[in-house]
């Protein structure tokens, strides 16, 4: 991406309009003066940084040449020590840049429903299923995202067989969206005698949130059963009918809710997955359509393709969409995932910035 000739334009609006805001006379016109202050102030945090960016390009750029010109040794050292550095800030200036040359998805600001269901791989893809909760538990305490369980089928021997969750806060779907896919595991299961290692996997899907303005649902279209709600949750789950199942007989789309005492609290929590799985459904379309048009690796679009390996013996994380593998897989697991959802985002917008260019 050429920086310059993306940025230099926009440099020279927000020039225009700070020496516009500085007119006494567009005070006259609220109108203008809303509009003019608007792109002012949508403008001047990409500028900053493009600021920062170029500040920094010239500085490396006048430290290896006062170390190529050999003219004071002493200062040429000094030079060399600050090379990493200077690097390493151009470089995540640049990504930052690139971040925000693009145009925001708007699904990015929703909440998201979160489902993980162990897959092949017997006991051990319900206990992986479980760490992977885990995962995103610990990830989204450390964004002050809150999460709220929605469902859950508990597996004999640990973990889940199936986990559905919802993640509120800000801009919890555009940093999740990648998630969605196989996610496989190699370890020593704990019951594994002989040392074995295996291979076992687990789905994650991740959908952006519908709200009631999103998806009008007719109820009439709607079957609604109640049943005795199973597994963890107290000795309430053998007493009351409280679990809820609806089925939307159109597309014969059916979500389960069974967290809570109340059946009025359960069909509430059914209906906001029932919402979102009708709304992703036509998201998941449009998504297919762009990576299609871009033929995008970083696609959410198709989610039984294998995203990424945890493998345990290595310490090791590959996400194979974008080619990155990390050695700190004990701490990935504790929630630390932000290296790779940066990366994820960074090679969408990439992608995004590149077809947003040749449109």
Known sequence: MNIEARL?????????????????????????FAAVSKEHA??????????????ASTHLDDN???????????????AREEIPVLKAAVRALE?????????ADPEDTRNAIIEIRAGTGGDEAGIFAGDLFEMYRRYAAGQGWELELLNLNEAAQGGYK????????????????????VHRVQRVPATEAQGRIHTSAATV?????????????????????????TGAGGQHINKTDSAIRITHVPTGTVVECQEERSQHKNREKAMVMLRTRLYEAEYSKRVAERAAQRKSQVSTGDRSA??????????????????????????????????????LRLADHLERLGAFENQ
């Open 306 to 343: 294998k995203i990424r390996t945890y493998n345990y013996p290595q310490g090791r994380l590959t996400d194979h969409r974008i080619g990155l593998t990390l050695y700190n897989l004990e701490e990935i697991m504790k929630g630390r995932i932000d290296e790779v959802v940066k990366g």
């Open 95 to 103: 990504d930052a840049l690139t971040m925000r040359l693009v145009p």
């Open 42 to 55: 949508d403008l001047k945090e990409i500028i900053a940084t493009y600021d920062m960016w170029r500040k």
């Open 205 to 229: 899907a991740v959908l952006p949130e519908a709200e009631e303005v999103d998806i009008h649902i007719n109820p009439a279209d709607l079957e609604v059963d109640t049943f005795r709600a």
């Open 162 to 181: 199936e986990i559905v969750f919802r993640l509120s806060g800000a801009e919890v779907f555009g940093k999740m969206k990648f998630e969605s896919g």
């Open 64 to 78: 290896l040449d006062l170390i190529e010109s050999g003219a004071d040794p002493e200062l040429a050292e000094i």
């Open 8 to 32: 230099r334009p926009l440099k020279s609006r927000f020039e225009e309009l700070a020496a516009t805001m500085g007119d006494a006379a567009l005070y006259a016109d609220p109108k203008k």
